[in-house]
Every structure is written in C-alpha cells, then in structure tokens.
C-alpha cells in the first residue's frame, strides 16, 4: 500500500468469523487507502444492527445450489478464456477478463 502503513487483507473463513465476530476495539479501522478499495458504506465496514441488517440482504444468494452454479459458470467463462490464449504469446489481462 502506498505511504507507510501497514495493510492486511484476510480471505479465510475462519478468520473473518473471528474478526467479524469480535468486540471491534479489538481492531483498527482501516486507512483511507483500503476505503477507496471497498467503498466507505461497503459491508465489511459497517457494525451492528445495520452491519446485520445489510448481511440478511445480501446472504441468499450466496448459498447452497446458487454458489455451486456460480462457480461452474466462473469455471466456463474462464476456460473459455484460456482457449483463447496462446502459450509464450503476451496478452492484456483486463481485455481478457472482460
């Protein structure tokens, strides 16, 4: 990250749940940089009752049958991507990810 901060990103389920789960005087906020990242009112920076309220929101569809279509069409896409390439030939990632 720019400037002299240090900045750590957590994927792991296991770890949000602890973090997210925590009394947050555990934690720093985050510094500016990582807001123009996620967005000022993204879900991850939200406590409370709306930090529950915006999760009931947006939980559905990341479940169960919807998640496993989600990934088989991320699998698609991206194979179908990769056919296009060229082994040793240089490419634009974000021309091919769009």
Same mark, same amino acid.
């Given at each position: 990250?720019? +400037?002299? *901060? @240090?900045?750590?990103?957590?994927? &792991?389920?296991?770890? @949000?749940?602890?973090?997210?789960?925590?009394?947050?005087?555990?934690?720093?906020?985050?510094?500016?940089?990582?807001?123009?990242?996620?967005?000022?009112? *993204?879900? +991850? @920076?939200? &406590? +409370?009752?709306?930090?529950?309220?915006?999760?009931? @929101?947006?939980?559905?569809?990341?479940?169960?049958?919807?998640?496993?279509?989600?990934?088989?069409?991320?699998?698609?896409?991206? #194979? *179908?991507?990769?056919?296009?390439?060229?082994? +040793?030939?240089?490419?634009?990632?974000?021309?091919?990810? #769009?």
């Amino acid at each position: 990250m720019p +400037g002299n *901060s @240090l900045e750590v990103f957590v994927s &792991s389920p296991q770890a @949000l749940k602890e973090i997210f789960t925590k009394d947050t005087k555990d934690y720093e906020l985050p510094s500016s940089t990582f807001f123009k990242f996620v967005g000022e009112k *993204s879900i +991850g @920076l939200l &406590s +409370g009752d709306r930090h529950c309220r915006e999760r009931k @929101l947006l939980m559905p569809p990341f479940h169960g049958e919807r998640m496993r279509n989600y990934g088989e069409v991320i699998c698609n896409i991206t #194979q *179908s991507a990769a056919r296009k390439l060229t082994v +040793g030939q240089t490419f634009r990632t974000r021309e091919l990810v #769009q």
